[in-house]
């Protein structure tokens, strides 16, 4: 089952930048897929950005796209997301998530695995 643990979150001016990072422990963190997913106040959880077990391959939509960015780094056993140009509708609890290989994608239902969330909470 192993822990999945997000970090990096806090309180970031509109126009300003994070990395958030996702630690995994206890698992063969190469054989899964990760997914970022983000939760605001009153709101449904979305997906922002997957990232299959092959680095490269990578996935947002466009309500997000050139904003914000997955990378992952198999011999840490981490994967990142780092959002550009910050807006107060970025705020949320960000999640990272794990799909075993070779599910992909943003669908919630292939997601076995999931952190506790960091807060991310932009305002002036």
């Known amino acids: 089952q192993g822990q999945w643990v997000e970090s990096g979150g806090g309180l970031v001016q509109p126009g300003g930048s994070l990395k958030l990072s996702c630690a995994a422990s206890?698992?063969?963190?190469?054989?899964?897929?990760i997914g970022w997913f983000r939760q605001a106040p009153g709101k449904e959880r979305e997906g922002v950005a997957a990232i299959s077990t092959l680095p490269d391959y990578t996935y947002s939509p466009d309500s997000v796209k050139g904003r914000f960015t997955i990378s992952r780094d198999n011999a840490k056993n981490l994967a990142y997301l780092e959002i550009h140009d910050l807006i107060p509708d970025d705020t949320a609890v960000y999640y990272c998530?794990?799909?075993?290989?070779?599910?992909?994608?943003?669908?919630?239902?292939?997601?076995?695995?999931w952190g506790q969330g960091t807060q991310v909470t932009v305002s002036s």
């Open positions: 206890g698992i063969a963190f190469e054989k899964f897929s």
């Open positions: 998530a794990a799909a075993p290989d070779p599910l992909f994608g943003l669908f919630e239902r292939i997601y076995d695995y």
